[in-house]
């Protein structure tokens, strides 16, 4: 929709009244909306005090210490034995002495973190991969019963997580892919393939077939074509994928939940178990979800040209 | 864009080599390392500090792996039902004990013990047959037992002590103020104490269970439940539950307890288990909290309300006396490839020393070298409450269909008590129809 | 060119014609066979074999945490039993209630939002994107944060609608009460997918040519007119394709009702997702579940298929 045409059109350009009127009430609720999102931030920062202070404080003197509990483990000690040990060093430790307790060592955070690294990239890789292939082959070749095929690939993601969990369970557990990352990167694949295959055959139909056949024409075969001129120009399609399928992966809990327990869990199960002593340490939980929210905002923001496509499974183009 | 596609499956790739390499690395230094799995709370934090000794004994590495209480059982069952090796020692709820026996989780431990001088006559003998045995009351032990644990009270005593509060008590129930002893009493002072200011903030007059998702209404309502006569089952007749869990005593109990709920507790208390207790009562909103003993040494040692300004009481009685058992055993689970090295840290664990040592930094000793020392009752201000409260435990069935048990009551339970379903009767004639179904898909009962 | 391998370039020369476009179509078969080969397979391993194993799980009595017992075959009584429980019609209830809700409001604010966004102002990408960020996180996660937001006394939720409205915070508790807890859910839910639905709604807006428009003005049709005559039955088959996708994944919801309520207080927000998972992981009854999950899955797959027919339907019109 460009601009440059709009006096052409006057009849249906809104009048400035109107567009005021809609900028605002938009901005509102973006506005809104985006309140508990800058509160969870906020609490990241504050003590666990002031996380469950009555009233909630809106104004609060900065802490790192819900950071310091995501990333350490703490045990209570006497004063006798506090006063023991060598000064403090680093702000952590420094923290966890003022309340009467030491640093014990690292917490689960960042092997939960790495893992949900390595199996949302890796499933990725396979479903992006898997996907590309299948993609092309739709789009170019007769495949025998290929609505069918393309309606059944799709069908997949219509089952509840849990109902698909239960024999996926039983499977790994003769298998022995309980609780391993194999494991989970393949469920994931499985889960994002369908994804991948519906979106990546968009953005091949879009690319010109005259492409491939004046390279085969030049002396190409079939898969040097596929290697040489499609996958460049499917190149942006691709990427857009890729982020869609890591997003799923990463942000995927009910698998995880029930799959998973301590090797290969993800981080969205873990987040939510963060407890300090007593009850839930809510500065902790906002600091690991803050870190874990960041890489998708940034995705969000990289994204926002093909994300109509992605989360429609290529229904609705733009 | 390209670059970028380049980029990503190069870090893909990193990802994915990483993914295989560390999959190596965690199996050779397995060798030397075990796990032992609890839940995550206090006394999982003081196991920590003990095991050091056995690391430094054995030269065995200890990795921990604590889930919170709510989402244990889950996970843990989960684990054992799936034959992970995630844990080699697991520190399992008491009632998964039917279970885990049946299914081949634990490794028995009869030999071991045998082979070890382990005797269970050492230990207190409720702990033995709730942590240890099955089928429950035969010499067959599947775990030592670790920690000693039940339901128990704190209450303010600095304000029960306040000089105009006594009075007052005094002049609207002409007695003194003081921690109940029977459920009648403790509904009387919870009441007295519900919406009252005091240091000019209002508080409630207590903290109890209420928690939907695991166990926790169950773990609070039977407290009430078997003071007021509620049994399981027919002593005469195994699985006989009409009668017994829908008796005139338990009606009135369920009610007894939706009464409190209703009456005496602060608002918002409708998914509470024991973390939300705690910071309830530690941020001074309650007079009287219900919670595991587990806490209390840690409860003792705050620095808001430790000390002085708490005292504790066993769980108050009525008609007959009884508390909601808790704490567990350690086991070894038989998927676990290191399992001479998890045997060796029992054998360590079961030494009276390092009993001693388990009860003085936070734990909870069943070894009757600490039950019966002489200064045991001295030991610590909630010891003699323990002791009385140890002598009237009551488990929930340890059956191995035990979680199907316990979600029929959280539902019914909860349904009635906080989401206003029915009557108690209905309720507990609602329990007694599930209990029976779950136990003739069993082929037990009739 | 040289890029061709040798063998075939020997072969391509070695063969007539004729044969040579056939063996290039059959290279092309086995192309394609090779390139499907690897998702069918993952899915025939990951999605069917397991299908197929529920099914017949479906009909036994078996017990996944009781690897020692005996396993007989139960007819079609697993099927009875979920059918005649009251516990899973509830459930049913409570997540037919749940989907209706949420497509309610998500379809109305997100059209409504659409509209306003196509108004073209100024700054409107910014706004968009921000609004956008809600459905990109993790709704374990959304959930997780939302009930701290919803804590009685100490939680924003409260402590906002108290000083609207005036009432004491901690009067109420949005996940404890059973006339709430439903709400409180479907807030969550409509705050984290309103964003999808007026996307979706945006592409419609944007796929209308303005010449329609100016035809209509030509008519001297009311802007009202315009809205109803036009707008809305171009808009109408993204509306329900916007709303087929959210009603497949809320009929699945399970993740979100996990970490706010896992199904409190009593049973009130117990979907069937969350029946399933007692069932099937902690009540461990694998037959009876499976039972169960097919039973979903035949739901949610036909009450689709229905739609999509009527979805096509519409678009013929």
């Known amino acids: 929709m460009s601009q440059g045409i709009s006096t052409a059109h006057s009849v249906v350009e809104p009048t400035s009244g109107t567009r005021w009127f809609a900028g605002v009430v938009v901005a509102l609720y973006a506005l809104v909306t985006i309140i508990p999102l800058a509160w969870i931030i906020m609490t990241g920062f504050k003590t666990p005090a002031d996380a469950i202070s009555y009233p909630p404080k809106v104004v609060f003197s900065p802490s790192v210490e819900g950071y310091c509990n995501l990333f350490t483990t703490r045990s209570r000690q006497t004063p006798e034995y506090i006063a023991s040990l060598p000064p403090a060093n680093g702000t952590c430790e420094q923290i966890a002495r003022e309340q009467k307790m030491v640093v014990a060592g690292p917490s689960n955070f960042v092997p939960r973190f790495t893992n949900s690294l390595i199996i949302a990239f890796g499933s990725t890789l396979l479903s992006v991969g898997f996907g590309v292939m299948a993609a092309y082959a739709f789009s170019r070749f007769k495949v025998p019963l290929k609505d069918d095929l393309l309606f059944f690939i799709l069908s997949t993601r219509m089952m509840p997580p849990i109902a698909v969990a239960i024999p996926i369970y039983l499977m790994y557990r003769e298998l022995g892919l309980s609780d391993t990352r194999l494991g989970m990167i393949l469920l994931y694949s499985a889960v994002n393939v369908s994804l991948a295959v519906w979106l990546l055959k968009g953005f091949i139909d879009e690319i010109p077939r005259e492409y491939e056949e004046a390279a085969m024409v030049d002396g190409y075969t079939r898969l040097q074509a596929f290697r040489k001129v499609v996958l460049p120009q499917a190149t942006t399609g691709i990427v857009a994928t890729a982020i869609f399928c890591l997003i799923f992966a990463w942000n995927e809990y009910a698998f995880a939940v029930l799959l998973t327990s301590g090797e290969a869990q993800t981080a969205p199960p873990f987040i939510p178990i963060i407890i300090g002593e007593g009850g839930m340490d809510w500065p902790a939980v906002a600091a690991g979800t803050t870190l874990f929210l960041v890489p998708i905002l940034i995705f969000t923001v990289l994204l926002r040209k093909h994300l109509l496509r992605g989360i429609t499974f290529g229904a609705v183009r733009k | ?446 | 060119m040289s890029i061709t391998s040798p063998l075939a370039k020997r072969l391509a020369q070695a063969t007539p014609a004729p044969i040579a476009m056939r063996m290039r179509g059959l290279s092309d078969r086995w192309i394609a066979w090779i390139f499907v080969g690897p998702t069918m397979l993952l899915l025939l391993a990951i999605n069917i074999f397991p299908l197929i194993w529920t099914i017949k799980l479906s009909f036994t009595n078996f017990r996944a945490n009781r690897p020692n017992a005996e396993v007989s075959g139960v007819g079609i009584d697993n099927y009875v039993s979920v059918l005649t429980d009251p516990d899973i019609w509830a459930a049913m209830q409570t997540t037919a209630h749940f989907v209706f809700w949420t497509i309610t409001l998500q379809t109305l604010i997100g059209f409504t939002l659409a509209y306003l966004i196509d108004r073209k102002f100024r700054g409107h990408g910014f706004w968009t994107t921000l609004i956008l960020i809600p459905m990109m996180l993790s709704p374990a996660v959304v959930g997780n944060f939302w009930a701290f937001l919803y804590q009685p006394q100490t939680g924003l939720f409260n402590a906002v609608a108290a000083f609207l409205t005036g009432v004491s915070p901690s009067s109420f508790s949005m996940l404890g009460e059973v006339s709430l807890a439903p709400w409180a859910i479907i807030i969550v839910d409509t705050w984290m997918w309103t964003p999808y639905v007026m996307l979706i709604c945006l592409a419609g807006l944007r796929s209308i040519p303005d010449y329609i428009y100016e035809a209509a003005e030509v008519d001297r049709a009311s802007k009202w007119r315009q809205f109803w005559s036009v707008t809305l039955p171009m808009v109408l088959p993204f509306i329900m394709l916007a709303i087929l996708f959210r009603g497949i994944e809320n009929f699945k919801m399970f993740d979100m009702v996990n970490l706010l309520t896992s199904g409190g207080p009593g049973s009130t927000t117990e979907v069937a997702s969350i029946t399933l998972k007692r069932e099937a992981f902690e009540k461990w009854r694998t037959g009876y579940s499976s039972a169960f999950a097919i039973i979903l899955f035949v739901a949610v797959f036909g009450l689709a298929n229905i739609y999509v027919k009527a979805l096509n339907h519409i678009k013929s019109r």
């Open chain 2, 1 to 446: 864009m390209k670059t970028m596609l380049n980029k990503m499956s190069v870090m893909a790739l990193i990802a994915l080599a990483s993914a295989l390499s560390l999959g190596a690395t965690t199996t050779q230094a397995q060798e030397k390392t075990i796990t032992l799995c609890w839940a995550a709370w206090d006394p999982a934090n003081a196991l920590v500090e003990l095991s050091k000794d056995f690391t430094a004994q054995s030269k065995v590495k200890m990795k921990f792996e604590f889930v919170p209480w709510t989402n244990f059982a889950d996970r843990m069952l989960n684990e054992l039902n799936s034959k992970g090796k995630l844990c080699d020692l697991i520190i399992g709820d008491s009632q998964w004990i039917g279970g885990s026996a049946e299914s081949g989780h634990y490794v028995k431990l009869n030999d071991f013990f045998a082979k070890e001088g382990i005797k269970m006559s050492d230990f207190a003998p409720a702990t033995v047959t709730g942590y240890a045995e099955w089928p429950k009351n035969t010499p067959n032990y599947w775990a030592l037992p670790a920690m000693a644990d039940a339901v128990g009270w704190t209450y303010r005593k600095d304000w029960f002590g306040k000089p105009e509060i006594q009075a007052e008590f005094k002049k609207k129930y002409s007695r003194d103020l003081a921690p109940p002893k029977t459920w009648s009493e403790f509904k009387q002072v919870s009441e007295f104490f519900q919406g009252r200011m005091i240091d000019g903030k209002k508080v409630y007059g207590a903290y109890i269970f209420t928690e939907r998702g695991s166990e926790g209404i169950t773990m609070g309502v039977s407290n009430v439940l078997y003071p007021f006569g509620f049994q399981y089952q027919d002593p005469k007749k195994a699985y006989a539950l009409d009668g017994f869990v829908n008796s005139a005593e338990a009606i009135k109990a369920l009610e007894f307890y939706k009464a409190l709920y209703k009456g005496s507790t602060p608002p918002g208390l409708t998914n509470a288990y024991m973390g939300e207790g705690l910071d309830a009562f530690k941020s001074g909103q309650v007079a009287m909290m219900m919670n595991w003993f587990a806490f209390f040494p840690g409860l003792d040692k705050d620095p808001n309300v430790g000390g002085a300004k708490i005292g504790y009481f066993a769980n108050p009685s009525e008609k007959t006396k009884g508390v909601q058992l808790g704490g567990q055993g350690i086991s070894v689970v038989s998927y676990s490839p290191n399992r001479s090295e998890a045997l060796q840290y029992i054998k360590w664990f079961a030494s009276p020393a390092v009993q001693k040592k388990w009860q003085a930094i936070g734990g909870s000793s069943a070894h009757n070298a600490v039950l019966k020392d002489a200064g045991y009752l001295q030991s610590a201000p909630y010891a003699a409450a323990f002791q009385d409260s140890m002598n009237m435990v009551v488990d929930f069935w340890a059956e191995p269909s035990y979680a199907q048990l316990m979600l029929a009551e959280q539902k019914r339970v909860h349904d009635f008590v906080v989401a206003d379903k029915g009557t108690a009767k209905e309720a507990l004639d609602a329990l007694v129809a599930d209990w029976k179904k779950i136990f003739k898909d069993d082929g037990k009962g009739k």
